[in-house]
Structures are given as structure tokens and as C-alpha cells.
């Protein structure tokens, strides 16, 4: 089983360069969002979707971008890419039913290291 | 002041410790409390939850809530060198139709054979 896949794995830019993480998930989760891991910070949420055509912003929404066209997809643009965008990147996906027992298990990608020189 | 606070180690002990991993929270209206797993250059993995107040167990694993005092733990019995990982604990509560996630910064464990 796939389960959630971010590409690519690794990524070095310069400062001013747009690049693209890529994500996508075949568990049929309406929720995805991502996430960047920096030491002493955890994890920060950066943007997130409900559902195809739906986004909002997280807690660190600045230089960045997403769209959600499709259920499966969901990729994050940054802009123009500064050296404090140098993170570890997540995304994450899990059922949006706020049902009994839904506890809002997050499933992760395996994480997108981006440099930014 | 955050949401939820969690002492971010590291934390070393000798293989067969018992550790003790904590969490506080501020917010009243969480309803799930989770610990995740991740191990190095992995992504966090759910290793288990409580719902509201009290314990649970899970083989070597306990997960233990106390709501008055907004206070979680996890504790680890006869502790192995593959428990060794970063360790976060994690709060939901519903929010418009889905589960709003926070997690703490994360504790790093290493279990010294």
C-alpha cells in the first residue's frame, strides 16, 4: 500500500527560485495539509484542504502556495524560495468525518528535505 | 504560551527503563489525545490514543490522560533500543466537520543498549 507519497525526497535552490513539493495519497482522504518540521519548532502547520477545490491557511501560510483539483493531490508552490524555507516538509492526509472514534489520525508522507542556499 | 507543551529532551536510558514521556495542554475542547512515533528521517506514525480522561494500554505501552489537570503521558515498560525515536504527543478536537490537530514539539528518546 502507497499510502501518502511526497516528492521529491531531497531538494537544494537557490534563494529566488519556485519549485514545487509534490503529494499524493490513495487512501480516498477527503483532508490533506502540510506541514514543515524545524528543530525546537515541531511541526507547523503551513496549509491545509477539506476536500477537491477547498484550501485554507495553517499557522506559517507565508511563501506558499496549494490547490486541490483532485481528491488524490495535493502540492505545495513555494513562491520564491528564501533561506528560512529551509525545512523538512510533510504532508499529511485522514478521513474529515468528525464521527465517534474519528480521532483525526494524521497519516504521513515519508518527508521532502528542501535547502535553500 | 502554546496550545500544548512538551519538554523536547533528549531524553537517554538504559535498555529496560521504564520512561516517562509528558505533555501539557491549555485547550479545554480537546477530545482525542495521541502519542506519534517517528523515527529518524521518517514521518510521524499514530502509536496509540485515549479518548477523554483515563489509561490505556498497549502491550509495552501505556497512555495515561488526566483532563483536571491537562496533563498526558506515555510510559514506555522494559524500554528496547528500536523504541529509540522522537516521540509527539497530539490533541483533536472537532472543528467544522474535521478532527483540528496540534502537536507538541516532540521528545527524543535514545534507549542505550
Known sequence: NAGVTQTPKFQVLKTGQSMTLQCAQDMNHEYMSWYRQDPGMGLRLIHYSVGAGITDQGEVPNGYNVSRSTTEDFPLRLLSAAPSQTSVYFCASSFTSGGAGNTGELFFGEGSRLTVL | ?113
Do not use: H
Request: aromatic content about 14%.
Open chain 2, 1 to 113: 504560551q502554546k496550545e500544548v507543551e512538551q519538554d523536547p529532551g533528549p531524553l537517554s536510558v538504559p535498555e529496560g527503563a521504564i520512561v516517562s514521556l509528558n505533555c501539557t495542554y491549555s485547550n479545554s475542547a480537546f477530545q482525542y489525545f495521541m502519542w506519534y512515533r517517528q523515527y529518524s528521517r521518517k514521518g510521524p506514525e499514530l502509536l496509540m490514543y485515549t479518548y477523554s480522561s483515563g489509561n490505556k494500554e498497549d502491550g509495552r505501552f501505556t497512555a495515561q490522560v488526566d483532563k483536571s489537570s491537562k496533563y498526558i503521558s506515555l510510559f514506555i515498560r522494559d524500554s528496547q533500543p528500536s523504541d529509540s525515536a522522537t516521540y509527539l504527543c497530539a490533541m483533536s478536537f472537532n472543528s467544522g466537520g474535521y478532527q483540528k490537530v496540534t502537536f507538541g514539539t516532540g521528545t527524543k528518546l535514545q534507549v542505550i543498549p
